[in-house]
């Protein structure tokens, strides 16, 4: 059997209604040529049966015998692939345009580029309109072969990394010893003084995040969760927990409950922007209509089960 030019990995854990939505944006494209591997984090919903629907031979299906947590999870799905190349998928959510994956096998096929990062949009909290972009630049970003290990580290931060739909990177026999984490890093490709500063970097990008991603594991776990990642942020680094404005989130997150909470998510717009660039900063109204009505066309069918 031919292996596929791109495998889209998706991993997931319970959230079943909005991987069909997911599954369904891949399977419209014009582009043929990939397997979709599902990572399922040993869910006890209905994810299995949602897979099972579309009778897709190019779905390929794995559950994880016991949940092994987020980043693993996506590991796996990673070193099951076949593909060329390989492109990470949230679960909730879409590739907007029917010819975006023919968009992108060109670029790899023209450029030989070895990474895509494919530019994210985000709904707004109060409606269903597409209104952020979550790549904050109007053009497109370039790194060259072989430049400063610093340098390719800082645009890996700058494209988002993290927010792990739209990366795809190309696939040469990756195996588990092939993820870095920062002692790596340290060890193996940052002198010191590079890693030091990269570090201090990286610690006030989690402090800022943690100031607004504090309620949001509240909101979506409990305190038992906020309190381990508090210990874990710690543990790396414990200037970050001792902030003041770390701390006032993190024992405000404590105290309310989820009800407020969620109050707030639902209005949190009115004084923060989610991300540095709406649509209407790089798109024109016809421009945006258009987004919308692929957008809709995708969340407005359902599935029978």
Request: aromatic share 14%.
């Amino acid at each position: 059997m031919n292996k596929p030019f791109f495998s889209i990995i998706i991993p997931t854990y319970n959230r079943a209604e909005v991987l069909y939505f997911a599954l369904k944006s891949y399977l419209q494209q014009d582009f043929v040529d990939f397997e979709i591997v599902i990572s399922d984090n040993c869910s006890t919903d209905n994810t299995r049966e949602v897979v099972d629907k579309f009778n897709d031979k190019r779905i390929k299906y794995f559950k994880n015998a016991s949940n092994v947590g987020f980043i693993n999870n996506v590991i796996q799905g990673v070193l099951k692939a076949k593909g060329d190349y390989i492109i990470t998928h949230g679960d909730d959510d879409v590739i907007l345009y029917k010819d975006s994956l023919k968009k992108v096998y060109s670029l790899i096929v023209k450029k030989g580029v070895g990474f895509v990062r494919i530019n994210c949009l985000s709904q707004s909290r109060t409606s269903s309109k597409i209104t952020h972009v979550w790549i904050d630049k109007k053009k497109d970003w370039h790194i060259k072969p072989n430049s400063d290990s610093l340098d390719i580290i800082s645009f890996f931060d700058k494209v988002n990394l993290p927010f792990i739909s739209g990366l795809v990177f190309k696939n040469e026999n990756i195996t588990s010893n092939d993820f870095a984490y920062l002692d790596y890093l340290s060890e193996h490709i940052l002198t010191k003084g590079e890693f030091k500063k990269y570090r201090s970097e990286y610690s006030e990008t989690i402090r800022k995040a943690s100031i607004f991603l504090l309620p949001t594991i509240k909101y979506f776990t409990n305190n038992k969760n906020l309190i381990k990642y508090k210990t874990a942020l710690s543990q790396f680094d414990k200037n970050i927990t001792a902030n003041f404005s770390f701390m006032f989130f993190y024992y405000l997150s404590l105290a309310l409950p989820k009800s407020i909470i969620s109050i707030i998510r639902n209005n949190i717009h009115y004084f923060r922007r989610d991300t540095a660039l709406i649509l209407s900063d790089i798109a024109g109204k016809g421009e945006i209509n258009a987004i919308e009505n692929s957008y809709q066309k995708i969340m407005n069918s359902k599935i029978n089960l």
